[in-house]
């Protein structure tokens, strides 16, 4: 399971504390089973939204497409394509992934 993300814990986050602080304040509740039971609910309203949160994409070389040499055109024109293809201008994040 990949770890969460900046977005996915800070929306998850502000959810929690957001919807318990509403829900607290819309029932008016003074019991402990009644927080007790909207915090579970927060807690699980909370989840779910950072589990919701689109993850980003991934740019670089493995999403151009191309699965390796078998892609590159054979032929005579394969030398005249391949000259004239222009390389993709690369990123600071496609030189060095990051792997955690």
Same mark, same amino acid.
């Given at each position: ?39 579970? !609910? *927060?807690?699980?309203? $909370?989840?779910?939204?950072?589990? @919701? ?7 670089? %070389?493995? /999403? #151009?497409?191309?699965?390796?040499? !078998? *892609?590159?055109?054979? $032929?005579?024109?394969?030398?005249? @394509? ?7 201008? %690369?990123? /600071? #994040? ?7």
């Amino acid at each position: 399971m990949p770890r969460p993300t900046a977005a996915q814990l800070a929306y998850g986050s502000a959810t929690v504390i957001v919807s318990t602080i509403a829900m607290l304040l819309l029932s008016q509740t003074s019991t402990g089973l009644g927080v007790a039971v909207i915090s579970a !609910a *927060a807690l699980a309203l $909370g989840l779910l939204v950072a589990l @919701t949160v689109p993850l980003p994409r991934r740019r670089g %070389r493995h /999403a #151009a497409g191309r699965t390796g040499p !078998a *892609a590159a055109p054979a $032929g005579p024109d394969a030398n005249a @394509t391949a000259a004239a293809r222009v390389p993709e201008p %690369r990123t /600071a #994040a496609a030189e060095h992934p990051v792997h955690h």
